[in-house]
């Protein structure tokens, strides 16, 4: 991969979905509907769109909401030097073999801690324009999920 933008590093996987993990600081990197890569090896790449950005809480997130007003610097510490992840959820839509981009679903997930990057504009029209849009199945399969609301936000 070129000069990507390196948006975390993967949690868990299987050939339909994937979550990567990143630090909260991170969180205007990704945005729902923005298609990402991960390199399998030299010759493959999985594509997904994110699905689902969230942020879990810890025992002493619970019991700083609930401590009245805060300040500043313990916000600014939580976000900055915590490790609770910022938790992406990704929708497998397609890889790529040497130049050849399939809609079809990857051979194999990627492997934990693998590097997930975002598209640029470059790989992104390569991606859709192949297959002429047969990657949309695998969203719209999915009742589960806010399906409109992902496709609006890819298309936009």
């Keep these: 991969m070129k000069d990507t933008i390196e948006i975390g ?38 594509y ?19 401590a009245g007003s805060l300040d ?3 916000i600014a ?3 900055l030097n915590r490790n609770i992840p910022l938790e992406i959820s990704v929708l497998c839509v397609g890889h790529r ?3 050849q981009i399939s809609h079809l679903l990857p051979p194999r997930p990627p492997l934990s801690l693998d590097v997930i990057s975002l598209c640029d504009d470059q790989e992104l ?13 695998h969203i719209l399969r999915r009742a589960d999920l806010p399906t409109e609301e ?7």
């Design 77 to 79: 510490d939580n976000r």
């Design 125 to 137: 029209r390569q991606f859709t324009r192949s297959g002429q849009f047969g990657y949309f199945r």
């Design 48 to 66: 997904g769109l994110i699905y689902d950005i969230h942020i879990d809480d810890d025992g002493l997130i619970r019991q700083l909401v609930t």
């Design 150 to 156: 992902i496709l609006a936000a890819h298309l936009n």
């Design 72 to 74: 500043e610097n313990i």
């Design 9 to 46: 590093r993967l949690l868990r996987a299987s050939v339909t979905e994937f979550v990567v993990g990143c630090q909260v600081s991170q969180i205007d990197t990704p945005a729902l509907g923005t298609l990402v890569q991960a390199e399998l090896d030299m010759h493959h790449r999985v």
């Design 97 to 99: 073999y040497n130049d």
